[in-house]
């Protein structure tokens, strides 16, 4: 059986997760892959984090070059968040030749072409699905079975706190500020919900999704973007006599001008979507990506969008992936 050797950045929310899957599952995992997957390093300094997850303290390190440098490891998790740190971790795991698998949205948007570049000379292979809708597999489908279509749109809801909060606004009444204070108590939200409620986020992951669709960077910061903070009851009701919900939708689409150029519009802006649209069912913390494809059609993934073993869910199946080629 071919062992393959793992170092995690990060056993938190993510981390813990993905090794949970990887414990939890293992004899499934080798059933179906016949692949050993070892957990020997981890950047993690929280001693009482590794404790909870069962994880032998001696294999923990406070300096990542232990990681990059150390040729017997052949993927690195990270989990870290942020963009910094994290793109230079990444790149340097990808110039070792490593494969790279992160549910990092903010460090993946941010820093895409470097990182692209950094596996292309490396010999590294970089995943993330995790990246885009936490364990909803669009992201592979899109690459890979999907592959032969030119898209003409994508479009989705992306954020599971800002769909938790217009959902409870639109089917309980309930308004906008009482709802973010129940997200935040039942975790859904964090107590600075900014990244979220003002779409920050959601650009981060439209830029992801534009890369792939339609071969168009687009840095999150230049993404023209509008959160739900300013949605009142009163705009609810508004959408409702339409036969419409408001939802944060995170949207690209081709564009034909009149001479035959084309161009892509994009943007994260609260939407009116009407009821006979699959995305209007899309309630709570679930997210859904809808694309367009010239030979497919219309498709729609759906799914949780967060959470340690959903997410988790895609960071091993990107490790597997990777596995898989070595």
Known sequence: MKTVKIAILGLGTVGGGTYEILRMNKELIEKRT??????????????????????????????????????????????????????????????????????????????????????????????????????????????????????????????????????????????????????????????????DVEGIDAANKLSILMTLCFDKYVHPDDIPRVGISGITMADIEDARSKGCKIKLIAGAKRVKADDGTETVEYSVKPTLIPFSHPLAGVSNEFNAIYVTGNAVNELMFYGKGAGALPTGSAMVGDIIAIAKTL
């Open 34 to 195: 016949g692949i050993d997957f070892r957990l020997v390093r981890v950047l993690e300094k929280n001693k009482a984090r590794m404790e909870q997850l069962g994880i032998d303290p001696y294999i923990a390190v406070t300096d990542p070059d232990m990681i990059f440098k150390d040729p017997s490891i052949d993927i690195v998790v990270e989990a870290l968040g942020g963009i910094e740190p994290s793109s230079t971790f990444m790149e340097k795991a990808l110039l070792a030749g490593k494969g790279v698998v992160t549910p990092n949205k903010a460090a993946v948007a941010a820093s895409f072409a470097r990182l692209k570049e950094a596996e292309a000379k490396g010999g590294g292979r970089l995943r993330f699905e995790a990246c885009v809708g936490g364990g909803i597999p669009a992201l592979t489908a899109i690459q890979e079975a999907l592959a032969g279509n030119e898209f003409t749109e994508v479009m989705g809801i992306v954020n599971g706190t800002t769909n938790y909060i217009l959902t409870k606004m639109t089917e309980e009444g309930l308004p906008y500020d009482d709802v973010l204070k129940d997200a935040q108590a039942k975790g859904f939200a964090e107590q600075d919900p900014t990244a």
